[in-house]
């Protein structure tokens, strides 16, 4: 089956840039569209934006001036670019696959999640 | 963007009882393109519910979704122990996709 994995380093300084990576194993990083959704702490959810292979994206007007998202196939993986980070870019980060054929959508499968401290 | 606003903040109930989410949207949610997750305790979100009534695949009879426009229902009926967690609703009929907040629901 489907699973997602997140990876990226746990500690970002401030003003500094977030790099995180979804590797996508039991399927291809082709066939669907995929998102990053994050969730600070004791609070609830934000979604960030889809990618396609394509390279078709979306980001949230709230985050869209600082994010980057972008695709490697050869490797069956997706990356989240976030810069400019604050503290307020603390939170857990989850990828996700999209559920249908359009590119907003419901989300079948997640990632366990990554946690990102943003902190000197 | 939508907003969607849940109620209760938190819900306590017994196993067993019969357990009712609400979601309401601040503006018609297109196609009744709503979807609700459950998230435990150190988990990501499951997928319950999506186009407001379909179960995902694997998920038990007992939950069940409905409500169109801007009201819509999670019911939850038997509540077993494992069903105590936090509830989202998140709608995808307009960009950008939004969540509620969340309805705790906890073991009475």
């Known amino acids: 089956q489907v699973q997602l994995q997140e990876s990226g380093p746990g500690l970002v300084r401030p003003s500094e840039t977030l790099s995180l990576t979804c590797t996508v194993s039991?399927?291809?990083?082709?066939?669907?569209?995929w998102s990053w959704i994050r969730q600070p702490p004791g609070k609830g959810l934000e979604w960030i934006g889809y990618?396609?292979?394509?390279?078709?994206?979306n980001y949230n007007p709230s985050l869209k001036s600082r994010v980057t998202m972008s695709m490697d196939t050869s490797k069956n993986l997706f990356s989240l670019r976030l810069n400019s980070v604050t503290a307020a870019d603390t939170a857990m980060y989850y990828c996700?696959?999209?559920?249908?054929?359009?590119?907003?959508?419901?989300?079948?499968?997640w990632g366990q999640g990554t946690r990102v401290t943003v902190s000197s | 963007e939508i907003v969607l606003t849940q109620s209760p903040g938190t819900l306590s109930l017994s196993p067993g009882e019969r357990a009712t989410l609400s979601c309401r949207a601040s503006?018609?949610?297109?196609?009744?393109?709503l979807a609700w997750y459950q998230q435990r305790p150190g988990q990501a979100p499951r997928l319950l519910i999506f186009?407001?009534?379909n179960r995902a695949a694997g998920i038990p009879d007992r939950f069940s979704g409905s409500g169109s426009g801007t009201d819509f229902t999670l019911t939850i009926t038997r509540l077993e122990p494992e069903d105590f967690a936090v509830y989202y609703c998140?709608?995808?009929?307009?960009?950008?996709?939004?969540f509620g907040q969340g309805t705790r629901l906890e073991i009475k």
């Open positions: 503006q018609s949610v297109s196609n009744n393109f």
């Open positions: 990618i396609y292979y394509t390279g078709s994206s």
């Open positions: 996700a696959r999209v559920a249908g054929w359009t590119p907003e959508d419901a989300f079948d499968i």
């Open positions: 039991g399927g291809s990083v082709s066939s669907f569209y």
């Open positions: 186009g407001a009534s």
């Open positions: 998140q709608q995808y009929g307009s960009s950008p996709i939004t």
